[in-house]
């Protein structure tokens, strides 16, 4: 499986944002999916994801409220809707999926997207 995240790029504090991430070589129903971020020389953290129903979502405290995950099975994409952006959001962005857990938190997940940055001017 091939992830590939877009979508990032240089936005306003306040202003709405919405990732994207493709996937190929399998279908995304056969996984959970998820959205790290990671700043440089900080450890990678959690910021949402979804159950491979789609039942069960969850969020970050820092992001909760102001992000939404989402899935379109049928056109094989995971999407992150990030809205009143604040200038701590600022990060490199990655998708993730796993045939097994849900992921949030620190794990060896199945398969990870390359990273789209997103940087939030105040």
């Known amino acids: 499986v091939q992830l590939q995240a877009s979508g990032g790029g240089l936005v306003q504090a306040g202003d709405s944002l919405r990732l994207s991430c493709a996937a190929s070589?399998?279908?995304?129903?056969?996984?959970?999916v998820g959205w790290f971020r990671q700043v440089a020389g900080k450890e990678r953290e959690f910021v949402a994801a979804?159950?491979?129903?789609?039942?069960?979502?969850r969020y970050s405290d820092s992001v909760k409220g102001r992000c939404t995950i989402s899935r379109d099975t049928a056109k094989n994409l995971v999407y992150l809707q990030m809205s009143s952006l604040k200038p701590e959001d600022t990060a490199v962005y990655y998708c993730?999926?796993?045939?097994?857990?849900?992921?949030?938190?620190?794990?060896?997940?199945?398969?990870w997207g390359q990273g789209t940055l997103v940087t939030v001017s105040s």
């Open positions: 070589g399998r279908s995304l129903s056969s996984f959970a």
């Open positions: 993730v999926v796993d045939s097994a857990r849900v992921p949030v938190g620190g794990g060896d997940y199945d398969y």
């Open positions: 979804m159950s491979k129903s789609g039942w069960d979502t």
